[in-house]
């Protein structure tokens, strides 16, 4: 079984997925939406496999929505604009629908899901490699499931071979990134690298200890981090 949700903008074009979807059996909808905000609500609250997402709607993009979402579920875009398809494939969608398609045309769509289970991992990495700003929350390993972590309950950050591992006050989660690619998005006024193996965050810094030439820095969550003295001058700029 796999949980669905529709999204699109036009009563028609939720009623004709609803239609070709009648094929499958499998597929099982769990809610609909006509706009970006709703979608968002939607798709955290039911946590779906798969979703039919519009690109232009009301609220927010198709692509506006993949950001908010706490899980990412596999997605097939269906739309009636086909400039949006580059785009599409750069965050890894299983399918692209092109308004109006054909039944068997959906049916395609759907034999695709099966051979695409690593492009959720994909969509993942690009949709924070790729977003302008500092991201707010990032993507990070849950078990089998890749849910969202606010970047200000990070306090430090390890690497962990070519993955991290992003510690918050209880929990350790693993990132798909290495530490040098979360260095290079992550805000330099709140994250500092310390050490080739440790990035933390400025506010989580409980106390620092001289430790020789160099530094410890106790994390509020009671983790000790060495600083090494390869980073100590960027340490130095916060000690008036």
Known sequence: MKKVIIVDDEKAGRKLIREYMSDFPELVLMAEANN???AVKEINRFKPDLVFLDVQ?????GFEVLEHLEELPQII????????????????AIDYLLKPYTRDRFQKAI??????????GALAQSLLMEKPSFPER???????????????????????GDYSKLHLHKPVYLSNFGISALEDKLD?????????????????????????????VTMQNGDVIR????????LKKLML
Not at 57 to 61: N, R
Not at 79 to 92: G, I, N, R
Not at 111 to 120: F, R, W, Y
Not at 189 to 203: D, T
């Open 57 to 61: 709607m009301p609220g927010m993009t």
């Open 138 to 160: 990032v993507l990070v390993q849950h078990n089998n499931k890749l849910i969202t972590v606010a970047v200000d309950d990070i306090y430090w950050i390890e690497a962990y």
């Open 36 to 38: 970006g905000v709703d």
């Open 188 to 216: 330099p006024e709140k994250f500092i690298r310390v050490h080739r193996s440790s990035i933390i965050q400025l506010k989580a810094i409980k106390e620092l200890h001289k430790y020789g030439k160099s530094y410890d």
């Open 227 to 234: 600083v090494s003295r390869g980073y100590m001058e960027a």
């Open 111 to 120: 034999e695709k899901l099966e051979k695409n289970t690593d492009t959720i």
């Open 77 to 92: 875009f269906s739309t009636a604009y086909d400039k949006y398809a580059l785009q599409a494939f750069e965050v890894h």
